[in-house]
């Protein structure tokens, strides 16, 4: 084996090394492991047919014809209640129309969460034993779920809403999808 | 602001884990009365990831999601699935990253043909290293008798 | 106040690490002998100022001192004393300052005992433990202070996660960061020999002492973690290939194979660069091993909070340490020319076997562990990575990893007789084959590859015994003989044989877990159930108190035979303040198996029990004590005392042919 060869090998260990550490470079960025994509992105929304707090509730089909966002939330979710001055604002700048599915809860304690706090959704869905969450894919509430007209995913966000993702992501998508 | 969301998917972990009655990993009441169904589904649950605590598997984990998933799977698995059919059912709805056993596709050839990889690189750089060695190394001058004798005493010590 | 002095004596700590790093490294370059010095005394100065430290964290947790941020978050009044004080490294600031404890106890660990090292080496290994020392004493300072206050001092803390109150925490920690942070000398010899440009078998008989100190202390460390899940978390798992688990016991593979590599450069002056470069790797994955549990790129139950600022200054430590020292070998490792020629077939062949085995080993634990992180990285889907793939890529290379160790030590140096050592080994692989074949058998349609794992261990069992009834010349002369023989025997032998055979027991624990059994129910007060031929009798249910929580404590009794064998009490326990419940597990344990059984949640038709019969678990933490064990005999070697390296060198320099 000539020298010059022999020397490479050498190198190897430091080379691997720098490409190691580009990649924790890149990991550093890209924000929270625990957050995940939605399995279901540019899939159709599962079905589902919930009854509503107190009336009507909500089904997939019926919200198809222009893009939505649907909020799983819970009275027993404190997070939610972080997000939920944010998703007033969105309901009162009517981008477009919120639902929200009620993931696990009473619906007693429901209604005093909205009484307290507001009701930013258009109709709420009632999921008592989190089946429809599970067939979304929610992993923890809040979650939100963005659909497009014909009833597609298009994007999920983990976690409360944040001004900035609004700003950031969602505004953005929406220009995408059609509606300012 | 990641900072925050941070700390906020924490709490949406930890929310989950506290604010319902923790099932502690499979409970009895999810069992199969089937064994054979049963087992099966203990097999597979042991495959799967939790995604509330990420490092447990379904069937270890307190969470109510877990719970759920249990739950479905079983579900699946009475309807007649297939192992492979009941697993996809959550895939379809959780994404691989829920199976702990990685998927064998192009995005893991790596991974998984990484390790025999890696062996026998190293295996066949010993072996050049070896080699390379006897080659650049001159033939040592003969010894002389006295040379020999120390030698074979050093030897026979070393070797014990 | 008290806290004041810890936290000016951190920051000292730090100015006198900076002069470790600098002027013994200056000294030694100039050869300049009061400059070199300077590493002994700032060493221990260093240590010192660093113990003030962490006595004066503890002393705010043991005086429940709410204006410390830290004893806010992490302590409260009605924690337990042991508690309180083990506490202090439950939580990512208090562990960096227990790992900057162990780093500055190793520095100045070397600083009192390399007496006989050439003055130039000790002053260059000295400085780099410095420069490391100095990095993260500037880490803690900047993005990690435990010091920092909250005024006004708050009423109560938050208390610490019941998780980690438990003894375990008293000593897991401890052990691990000591054996983690020890490797940390084994790189600085490295570097400085880099630097020196000289490795010879001197330089291997210094680091050897410290790699084998830092490895029984790892393996340890690693054991008492393993042993603590399986205790704690309810269902008697001991091992998840956890992100955090692997950074651990990635060292250790790349440790082993450090330690024994040594071996070679210490006796046949060959494998130089090997090794040189294991050293360096071992720590180099300690650092990536705290990386990814304080960065929270990886998501794992051990993680500390999720920090991106805290993670983007470890990984520049990474680059300036790894980097650097990688880069240093790149330059200078190909001018270090070997001695000791060997044929392939031979106890330096097996050595260098092992080196490349252990170390695919741990690039398979590597590739595991972090290529959700690469694939993530470059944009690729999601995917996690579990015990299955472990279990199919590393146990396979396991296997000539098991096979290999009763052959290696029976080769003799320079030109081994493979055919002569296979063949002296015949009874093992008879016993072992006939125990396989036996077991299956009995067995017939059980789990065959825990069989052929335990046959496989129970050959390398056998093989560490032949070796040693062949050194002790057993059926050859008198017994009286061999019995003087086997006394007499360097304790490094002895160790070689106790480690090899600690993890032949590991390993035949570890297969035995196919085998364990497990009920689970809801059973009625009063009820009766059965596993593995055991009657248990659920009896009652009181509620007890405790420091900080209450419980409900199970009585159930235990039968063998219709014999009353024990009585045992799980308990469930649940903590106000956390609002969140904990199980404590009864068990049972003799070298058998282990019953073990844990209380779930009540409800209308009584509580549900998870008892499992666990045959031969306690093998794996026994194995890995003998493992512990044959490595501290053979570091009370009497070769490794003081006076003994000194003699060694003078020899070893006067006999070893100038070509360096």
């Given at each position: 084996m000539k020298a010059g060869v022999r020397n490479l090998l050498?190198?190897?260990?430091?080379?691997?090394?720098?490409?190691?550490?580009?990649?924790?470079?890149?990991?550093?960025?890209?924000?929270?492991?625990?957050?995940?994509?939605?399995?279901?992105?540019?899939?159709?929304?599962?079905?589902?047919?919930?009854?509503?707090?107190?009336?009507?509730?909500?089904?997939?089909?019926?919200?198809?014809?222009?893009?939505?966002?649907i909020n799983f939330f819970a009275s027993w979710c404190v997070p939610c209640r972080i997000e939920h001055p944010l998703l007033m604002r969105l309901a009162e700048q009517n981008h477009l129309p919120l639902y929200g599915i009620d993931y696990k809860d009473q619906p007693v304690d429901a209604q005093k969460l909205l009484a307290q706090f507001g009701d930013p959704y258009r109709a709420i869905g009632m999921d008592r034993d989190g089946r429809v969450g599970l067939d979304f894919g929610v992993y923890g509430v809040p979650e939100t779920y963005v659909l497009d007209s014909t009833g597609h995913i298009r994007k999920r966000f983990v976690g409360p809403l944040t001004a900035q993702q609004v700003d950031d992501e969602l505004l953005p998508l929406l220009k995408q999808l059609g509606r300012p | 602001m990641r900072h925050l969301i941070g700390v906020a998917s924490w709490l949406v972990v930890a929310l989950v884990l506290l604010f319902h009655l923790p099932a502690t990993a499979v409970e009895p009441g999810e069992q199969l009365k089937n064994p054979a169904l049963e087992a099966r589904a203990r097999q597979i649950s042991s495959e799967l990831r939790c995604l509330v605590c990420q490092n447990e598997t379904i069937d270890e984990s307190n969470a109510s999601l877990a719970h759920d998933i249990r739950i479905l799977l079983r579900q699946r698995l009475t309807a007649g699935d297939t192992d492979e059919q009941a697993v996809k059912a959550i895939v379809d709805r959780y994404g691989d990253f829920v199976l702990l056993d990685p998927p064998m596709e192009p995005a893991t050839y790596v991974l998984w043909f990484g390790p025999l990889a890696v062996l026998l690189a190293g295996l066949l750089g010993g072996m050049i290293w070896l080699r390379r060695r006897s080659d650049t190394t001159e033939a040592a001058a003969p010894l002389t008798p006295e040379e020999r004798r120390r030698l074979d005493t050093i030897l026979r010590e070393a070797d014990r | 106040m008290i806290t004041e002095f810890g936290h000016l004596a951190l920051i000292l700590a730090f100015c006198v690490a900076l002069v470790q790093a600098t002027v013994p490294m200056l000294g030694a370059a100039r050869?300049?002998?009061?400059?070199?010095?300077?590493?002994?005394?700032?060493?221990?100065?260093?240590?010192?100022?660093?113990?003030?430290?962490?006595?004066?964290?503890?002393?705010?947790?043991?005086?429940?001192?709410?204006?410390?941020?830290?004893?806010?978050?992490?302590?409260?009044?009605?924690?337990?004393?042991?508690?309180?004080?083990?506490?202090v490294w439950g939580n990512h600031e208090g562990s960096m300052l227990l790992w900057i404890f162990m780093l500055s106890l190793c520095g100045a660990a070397l600083a009192l005992f390399s007496g006989n090292l050439p003055p130039d080496l000790r002053a260059r290994v000295l400085a780099v433990q410095g420069m490391i020392s100095?990095?993260?004493?500037i880490f803690i300072l900047l993005t990690s202070n435990p010091f920092l206050?909250?005024?006004?001092?708050?009423?109560?803390?938050?208390?610490?996660?019941?998780?980690?109150?438990?003894?375990?925490?008293?000593?897991?920690?401890?052990?691990?960061?000591?054996?983690?942070?020890?490797?940390?000398?084994?790189?600085?010899?490295?570097?400085?020999?880099?630097?020196?440009?000289?490795?010879?078998?001197?330089?291997?008989?210094?680091?050897?002492?410290?790699?084998?100190?830092?490895?029984?202390?790892?393996?340890?460390?690693?054991?008492?973690?393993?042993?603590?899940?399986?205790?704690?978390?309810?269902?008697?798992?001991?091992?998840?290939?956890?992100?955090?688990?692997?950074?651990?016991?990635?060292?250790?593979?790349?440790?082993?194979?450090?330690?024994?590599?040594?071996i070679v450069v210490e006796r046949r002056d060959t494998l130089k660069s090997w090794t040189i470069l294991l050293a360096i790797v071992t720590f180099s994955l300690s650092l990536v091993g705290t990386f990814l549990v304080r960065s929270g790129v990886l998501s794992s139950v051990h993680a500390f909070a999720v920090d991106p600022l805290r993670g983007s200054f470890i990984l520049l430590l990474l680059i300036v340490a790894i980097g650097g020292s990688l880069t240093l070998y790149a330059i200078r490792a190909p001018s270090l020319k070997g001695g000791g020629l060997f044929a392939p077939v031979s106890r330096e062949g097996a050595l260098l076997l092992n080196n490349v085995l252990l170390t695919a080993c741990a690039a398979t634990v590597f590739l595991g562990t972090l290529y959700p992180l690469?694939?993530?990285a470059v944009g690729g889907a999601k995917v996690s990575v579990g015990p299955p793939f472990f279990d199919r890529t590393f146990a396979p290379m396991m296997v000539p990893v098991l096979i290999a160790m009763a052959v290696g030590p029976m080769l003799s140096w320079k030109r081994g007789d493979l055919l002569g050592a296979l063949q002296r080994l015949w009874i093992a692989f008879a016993v072992?084959?006939?125990?396989?074949?036996?077991?299956?058998?009995?067995?017939?349609?059980?789990?065959?590859?825990?069989?052929?794992?335990?046959?496989?261990?129970?050959?390398?069992?056998?093989?560490?015994?032949?070796?040693?009834?062949?050194?002790?010349?057993?059926?050859?002369i008198p017994v009286a003989?061999?019995?003087?023989?086997?006394?007499?025997?360097?304790?490094?032998?002895?160790?070689?044989?106790?480690?090899?055979?600690?993890?032949?027991?590991?390993?035949?624990?570890?297969?035995?877990?196919?085998?364990?059994?497990?009920?689970?129910?809801?059973?009625?007060?009063?009820?009766?159930?059965?596993?593995?031929?055991?009657?248990?009798?659920?009896?009652?249910?009181?509620?007890?108190?405790?420091?900080?929580?209450?419980?409900?404590?199970?009585?159930?009794?235990?039968?063998?035979?219709?014999?009353?064998?024990?009585?045992?009490?799980?308990?469930?326990?649940?903590?106000?303040?956390?609002?969140?419940?904990?199980?404590?597990?009864?068990?049972?344990?003799?070298?058998?198996?282990?019953?073990?059984?844990?209380?779930?949640?009540?409800?209308?038709?009584?509580?549900?029990?998870?008892?499992?019969?666990?045959?031969?678990?306690?093998?794996?933490?026994?194995?890995?004590?003998?493992?512990?064990?044959?490595?501290?005999?053979?570091?009370?070697?009497?070769?490794?005392?003081?006076?003994?390296?000194?003699?060694?060198?003078?020899?070893?320099?006067?006999?070893?042919?100038?070509?360096?």
């Open positions: 050498f190198i190897l260990p430091v080379l691997l090394f720098v490409a190691l550490a580009g990649y924790f470079a890149l990991a550093l960025r890209s924000g929270d492991p625990h957050e995940l994509p939605s399995a279901l992105l540019n899939k159709e929304a599962p079905y589902f047919a919930l009854a509503g707090l107190d009336g009507a509730g909500i089904t997939r089909d019926g919200l198809k014809g222009g893009p939505v966002l | - | 050869a300049h002998p009061g400059w070199m010095a300077v590493g002994r005394n700032t060493a221990l100065v260093q240590f010192a100022l660093v113990a003030v430290a962490m006595a004066a964290l503890m002393h705010a947790y043991i005086t429940s001192d709410f204006s410390v941020i830290n004893v806010v978050q992490n302590s409260h009044t009605d924690k337990p004393l042991l508690y309180k004080v083990t506490g100095a990095g993260f004493l206050r909250v005024w006004p001092p708050a009423a109560n803390g938050q208390g610490l996660n019941p998780v980690l109150q438990d003894p375990g925490l008293a000593f897991h920690p401890p052990f691990l960061y000591l054996g983690y942070v020890g490797f940390s000398v084994a790189f600085s010899f490295a570097v400085a020999a880099l630097i020196e440009g000289r490795v010879d078998a001197a330089w291997a008989r210094w680091v050897r002492p410290w790699s084998l100190a830092s490895w029984c202390f790892l393996t340890v460390g690693i054991a008492m973690g393993s042993w603590w899940s399986y205790y704690t978390l309810g269902w008697g798992g001991w091992w998840f290939w956890d992100p955090v688990e692997n950074a651990s016991f990635m060292p250790w593979l790349v440790g082993t194979a450090l330690i024994h590599s040594a690469f694939l993530d072992a084959a006939v125990f396989t074949l036996g077991t299956l058998y009995m067995l017939y349609g059980g789990p065959v590859l825990a069989v052929f794992g335990m046959g496989l261990a129970v050959w390398t069992g056998m093989g560490v015994a032949t070796e040693f009834a062949e050194r002790i010349r057993l059926l050859r003989e061999s019995f003087r023989r086997a006394i007499n025997l360097p304790r490094a032998a002895i160790g070689m044989s106790l480690a090899h055979l600690g993890m032949a027991i590991s390993v035949i624990g570890i297969s035995a877990s196919a085998f364990e059994q497990e009920y689970l129910a809801i059973v009625p007060v009063g009820g009766d159930f059965t596993l593995a031929g055991y009657q248990f009798h659920f009896d009652k249910v009181e509620n007890l108190q405790g420091p900080n929580y209450v419980a409900n404590d199970a009585t159930i009794e235990v039968r063998h035979n219709g014999s009353l064998i024990d009585v045992m009490h799980p308990e469930r326990r649940f903590f106000a303040l956390q609002d969140q419940t904990t199980a404590v597990t009864a068990i049972r344990t003799n070298p058998i198996a282990d019953l073990y059984v844990a209380l779930g949640d009540p409800s209308d038709k009584g509580w549900t029990i998870r008892a499992y019969w666990k045959p031969l678990i306690s093998w794996i933490w026994g194995g890995a004590l003998v493992m512990a064990f044959g490595g501290v005999v053979s570091l009370s070697d009497r070769r490794w005392r003081v006076g003994a390296a000194t003699r060694a060198r003078h020899t070893v320099t006067a006999q070893t042919a100038p070509a360096e």
